[in-house]
C-alpha cells in the first residue's frame, strides 16, 4: 500500500485470531494499534510483535541515522584540538 497518497488518514491494524484455535495472542482480545500517514515522502510501517505499528517515513529515517552517528561518534572527538 503506497502510503504517500493517505495524508493526515488514520489506520489501524489489528490481530487476527489464529486459524488453529480461534484465539488471540492475549486470548480473549485481539491486540491493535493506530497510524497515521503523513506528508513526508517513503512512509512504511512495520508491524512489531504485540501488534505495535512503528512508522517510518524519509525524515524520520534521517533523524534516526544522524542520532545513530552522533552516539557512534560523538561531536567532541572533532573538535578536539590537540
Not at 10 to 33: A, I, M
Not at 42 to 49: F, G, K, L, R
Request: aromatic share 10%; charged share 30%.
Amino acid at each position: 500500500l503506497n502510503l504517500n497518497s493517505f495524508v493526515d488518514h488514520e489506520f489501524e491494524v489489528r490481530e487476527l485470531p489464529s486459524k488453529r484455535t480461534g484465539v488471540c495472542s492475549g486470548g480473549d482480545t485481539c491486540e491493535g494499534d493506530y497510524f497515521k500517514g503523513s506528508t513526508n515522502e517513503d512512509q512504511a510501517v512495520y508491524v512489531e510483535p504485540g501488534i505495535e505499528a512503528v512508522f517510518e517515513d524519509d525524515k524520520v529515517r534521517a533523524l534516526t541515522t544522524v542520532t545513530v552517528c552522533l552516539l557512534r561518534f560523538p561531536v567532541k572527538k572533532f573538535l578536539h584540538r590537540t
